[in-house]
């Protein structure tokens, strides 16, 4: 199990020095929130404190399992559950084994819990916090404070900052395992049409002819990005190959959108280049791109082939292309994701026909 070892004073509650009163007994900002990210995450939550207050006779240990209790019974109230709270309640000249740096409270929850200390966390706002980490093998430490611990893992002002960092963490593990799993399911379900339309481009340039491609905003960087490939070079030097993207003459998209409307900018370019035996690549997440699918429409009239390239179930671009290669996602960025992948693929499957 993974578990989350906490200082208490300056961590759980601020620390105005030897607290043991419940009135002087504050907690910090968040600490709820952090704590309960943990616990979704199937965490034991363990506090490991010194009290060296006890040891110096400033309180007894009555009154800190008076407080430990209070502390208890308020977390509670949030439903967190706090597994164990370890103290020391030895002074410092008494060298025991269990007084922060030393490791004898993580070894009473080693002996009780089966910890995977390699996914644990250690946070802290002292340096024997952070060096406790170290000597008991804990692999991560937070240090919490103005300073900087060369030795801890992480660093934060305050427990709000480590929230934030830890949320953005999350949202990054988050992207990936949704773009995994829209990989995962075009592997799946469309590696047919990805090879169906590979063979499609690679037929239409070994013919003699050319690639016109298309699409709007990141779909049209996808379109220069891909027409780059194809004339310049995509891995491997092979004979410049002709592709055109309808997305970068500037005066022609300004002409005609001026002239026709947006949704002629790319039809109009068809019409004017494209003859037939080339190829259209079509490229929209949606599918539904007017001016995209009137530029189909125009190079299925000119006698050209046509593959749309699309996502969130291919839209009305799905009944007029020659060939569809629908990502299986509606997250139009997973979607994008996939788009440039393909992209690469049918350079890949051109630059092995060519060499």
Excluded at 51 to 57: A, L, P, Y
Excluded at 90 to 119: F, T, W
Excluded at 207 to 228: E, P, T, V
Aim: glycine share 8%; net charge neutral; aromatic share 8%.
């Amino acid at each position: 199990m993974k578990a989350l070892f906490l200082d208490r004073d300056g961590v759980v509650n601020i620390d105005h020095g030897y607290v043991y009163k419940i009135e002087n007994f504050k907690f910090i900002d968040g600490i709820f929130e952090f704590i309960d990210m943990f616990i979704q995450k199937n965490y034991k939550i363990f506090i490991v404190t010194n009290q060296s207050g006890i040891g110096r006779r400033y309180y007894t240990l009555k009154d800190f399992n008076t407080l430990t209790d209070y502390m208890l019974d308020e977390f509670k109230k949030k439903d967190i559950k706090i597994d164990e709270v370890y103290f020391c309640p030895h002074s410092p000249e008494e060298s025991c084994k269990c007084r922060k740096p030393s490791i004898g409270m993580v070894q009473k929850a080693l002996k009780k819990y089966d910890i995977d200390l390699q996914n644990s966390f250690m946070v802290g706002d002292k340096s024997s916090d952070i060096d406790l980490a170290i000597n008991a093998n804990i692999k991560n430490s937070i240090f919490i404070g103005d300073s900087i611990n060369k030795s801890a893992s992480l660093n934060f002002t305050n427990i709000k900052e480590a929230i934030g960092y830890l949320k953005m963490e999350d949202m990054i593990k988050d992207e990936f395992m949704a773009h995994q799993k829209a990989l995962s399911d075009t592997i799946n379900e469309i590696m047919p049409n990805i090879a169906k339309a590979s063979k499609l481009v690679v037929d239409t340039l070994k013919n003699g002819n050319k690639i016109l491609i298309c699409g709007n905003g990141g779909s049209a960087g996808d379109a220069q990005h891909i027409s780059a490939e194809l004339t310049g070079r995509y891995k491997t030097t092979r004979k410049a190959l002709p592709a055109i993207a309808l997305t970068t003459d500037t005066s022609a998209l300004t002409a005609i959108a001026n002239d026709f409307g947006y949704d002629f900018v790319f039809s109009r370019q068809v019409e004017a280049l494209a003859n037939s035996g080339d190829l259209l690549l079509a490229i929209s997440t949606s599918g539904n791109s007017k001016n995209v699918n009137l530029a189909v429409k125009s190079a299925k009239d000119l006698g050209c082939t046509t593959i749309g390239l699309s996502g969130r179930g291919g839209g009305e671009m799905r009944g007029i292309c020659d060939e569809n290669i629908i990502i299986p996602s509606n997250n139009t960025p997973r979607v994008q994701e996939m788009h440039i992948l393909v992209g690469h693929i049918i350079c890949q499957a051109v630059d092995n026909a060519y060499n």
